[in-house]
C-alpha cells in the first residue's frame, strides 16, 4: 500500500470511528465493558460495527459467489462446514477434506471480519443484516444468499433478546429481511430452517447443492457421496474439532436447559406478533409444535 492509500485508509477508519461516536448505544446485559450500537435498526459492539461500515463500503463479491448469512448461533458453522463440503467434494473427498483439522470458520470466512481473506473467495459468510449489506453483496447484484434460521429459543440470551437489543438483534427483523428477499428473488435467495435440516438433513443437503450450482449426480449419490459429506459435518463431528464449545448444542428444543416454559411462551407470542402477515407465522407454528411433541 502506497503512503496516498495508507492516508486515505487511516482517514476513513476515523471517519468511522466518528459516525459509530454518534449513534444511540445502550448497556450490553452480557458484559460489564461493551456498549451495544444502534446502526441502520440493529445493534452491534464497536468493533463489529466498526469492520460492518468499512464492509459497506469496500467490500465486493466474486462473481457468481454465494454468501452464507445467518443471525449469531442460528446453525452458521453447520451451514458453512455443509456448504464448502459440497462445493469442494471434486478435490477433496470426504475422508481428505480440510474440515477434519480445520474449523468451518477457517474455510468460510467472514467478508466483514476478513476482508483481504475473503476478497477472492466464492464461498464466503456474514451476520449482517440484509438490510444493510454492501449493495454489491445483495440478492438484486446477482450473488446468491443462503440463509439459515433457527427457533429463537434455542438463540436466546433472554430478556436482552426479547426487548430486541441483542447482538445483531432485533432478531425478527433479521430474519424477516432475508425471508423477505427469499420470496422476492427466489432464485438467489434461499432461507433454510435449521430444525428443518435436522430433520430432513439428505433432502436438505441436496436443494443445498442444487441452489449452489453443485447438484449431486445419481452416481455420486449411489456412491454415498450425499452421506459422506452429511457425516463429515455432522454436530458430532465439529465437536471433535472442539469448533462448537462456545455455541449452543445442536439439539432442537434444547431452550428447555436454558428458558422455563412460561419464558419459552413469551418469546413465542413475541414472534406470532413480529411475523404476523409475513408468511413466517405457520413456519415458526411448526416449529414450536415440533419441539413440544
Known amino acids: 500500500?502506497?503512503?496516498?492509500?495508507?492516508?486515505?485508509?487511516?482517514?476513513?477508519?476515523?471517519?468511522?470511528?466518528?459516525?459509530?461516536?454518534?449513534?444511540?448505544?445502550?448497556?450490553?446485559?452480557?458484559?460489564?465493558?461493551n456498549l451495544l450500537y444502534q446502526y441502520q435498526g440493529f445493534w452491534y459492539h464497536q468493533f463489529y460495527l466498526e469492520h460492518l461500515i468499512a464492509a459497506q463500503t469496500h467490500f465486493t463479491p466474486e462473481p457468481n459467489s454465494t454468501i452464507l448469512c445467518s443471525y449469531p448461533k442460528t446453525g452458521t458453522t453447520w451451514l458453512k462446514a455443509l456448504s464448502f463440503a459440497i462445493t469442494t467434494r471434486t478435490h477433496y473427498p470426504p475422508s481428505q477434506s480440510p474440515l477434519l483439522s480445520r474449523f468451518p470458520h477457517d474455510c468460510v470466512p467472514f467478508f466483514e471480519l476478513a476482508p483481504s481473506v475473503a476478497r477472492n473467495k466464492l464461498l464466503v459468510a456474514t451476520h449482517i443484516p440484509?438490510?444493510?449489506?454492501?449493495?454489491?453483496?445483495?440478492?438484486?447484484?446477482?450473488?446468491?444468499?443462503?440463509?439459515?434460521?433457527?427457533?429463537?429459543?434455542?438463540?436466546?440470551?433472554?430478556?436482552?433478546?426479547?426487548?430486541?437489543?441483542?447482538?445483531?438483534g432485533p432478531y425478527w427483523d433479521h430474519v424477516l429481511g432475508y425471508w423477505r428477499a427469499s420470496l422476492e428473488f427466489p432464485?438467489?435467495?434461499?432461507?433454510?430452517?435449521?430444525e428443518e435440516l435436522k430433520r430432513e438433513t439428505e433432502r436438505c443437503v441436496k436443494a443445498l447443492a442444487d441452489f449452489?450450482?453443485?447438484?449431486?449426480?445419481?452416481?455420486?449419490?449411489?456412491?454415498?457421496?450425499?452421506?459422506?459429506?452429511?457425516?463429515?459435518?455432522?454436530?458430532?463431528?465439529?465437536?471433535?474439532?472442539?469448533v462448537t464449545k462456545n455455541g449452543r448444542k445442536g439439539e432442537v428444543g434444547d431452550w428447555r436447559n436454558f428458558l422455563t416454559e412460561e419464558m419459552g411462551a413469551r418469546l413465542d407470542k413475541i414472534m406470532a406478533d413480529r411475523f404476523a402477515g409475513s408468511g413466517l407465522g405457520l413456519w415458526f407454528s411448526a416449529s414450536n409444535q415440533e419441539t413440544t411433541n
Open 130 to 168: 440484509y438490510t444493510s449489506l454492501p449493495a454489491a453483496a445483495a440478492a438484486a447484484s446477482g450473488c446468491k444468499l443462503a440463509y439459515i434460521c433457527r427457533d429463537p429459543k434455542d438463540v436466546v440470551a433472554f430478556e436482552q433478546f426479547c426487548e430486541g437489543n441483542s447482538v445483531a
Open 1 to 33: 500500500m502506497s503512503k496516498t492509500e495508507q492516508q486515505k485508509s487511516t482517514a476513513a477508519d476515523e471517519g468511522i470511528k466518528q459516525l459509530v461516536s454518534t449513534l444511540p448505544t445502550k448497556p450490553d446485559c452480557n458484559s460489564t465493558t
Open 187 to 194: 432464485e438467489r435467495v434461499l432461507f433454510v430452517r435449521y
Open 212 to 242: 449452489l450450482g453443485c447438484g449431486f449426480s445419481l452416481e455420486e449419490e449411489k456412491q454415498g457421496i450425499v452421506q459422506g459429506i452429511i457425516d463429515l459435518c455432522s454436530i458430532e463431528s465439529l465437536k471433535g474439532l472442539d
